[in-house]
Nanobody, 119 residues
Framework: QVQVVESGGGLVQAGGSLKLSCAAS????????MGWYRQAPGKQRELVAA???????NYADSVKGRFTISRDNAKNTVYLQMNSLKPEDTAVYYC?????????????WGQGTQVTVSS
C-alpha cells in the first residue's frame, strides 16, 4: 500500500502563488504516476497536472503556463507550483498516486487540501 500526505494549501490573492506538496510512503517502488486533481463546489473532480514514467507531464489547458508539476524521486514527493492564481482555481486539491503491481493498478488519493483564491 501507499500512503500520501499533502500540504501547502491556503488562502491567496489573485495573481499570487502557492506550492503544494505530496509525499508518498509505503510501497513506493512501484509508483509510475503522481498527479494533482481538484474539485470545486458543485463540479466534478478534474485533472490538474500529472507526471508519469515514460510519458512525462501533462496539464489541464486551464493551468498551462501557470502551474508546474515536478517530482523528487529520492523523496517520493510531487510538487505543484501554482503561479498567477485566479479565483477560478479555488478548489480542494487532491494528490493522486498510481502504482502497478503485476497486472493490477492501484490508485491512492490524498485527503485533499483547500486552495482559495480571492479576487
Amino acid at each position: 500500500q501507499v500512503q500520501v500526505v499533502e500540504s501547502g494549501g491556503g488562502l491567496v490573492q489573485a495573481g499570487g502563488s502557492l506550492k503544494l506538496s505530496c509525499a508518498a510512503s509505503g510501497n513506493t517502488f512501484s509508483i509510475n504516476a503522481m498527479g494533482w486533481y481538484r474539485q470545486a463546489p458543485g463540479k466534478q473532480r478534474e485533472l490538474v497536472a500529472a507526471i508519469s514514467i515514460g510519458v512525462g507531464t501533462n496539464y489541464a489547458d486551464s493551468v498551462k503556463g501557470r502551474f508546474t508539476i515536478s517530482r523528487d524521486n529520492a523523496k517520493n514527493t510531487v510538487y505543484l507550483q501554482m503561479n498567477s492564481l485566479k479565483p477560478e482555481d479555488t478548489a480542494v486539491y487532491y494528490c493522486n498516486v498510481r502504482r502497478v503491481a503485476g497486472t493490477t493498478t492501484y490508485t491512492t488519493w490524498g485527503q485533499g487540501t483547500q486552495v482559495t483564491v480571492s479576487s
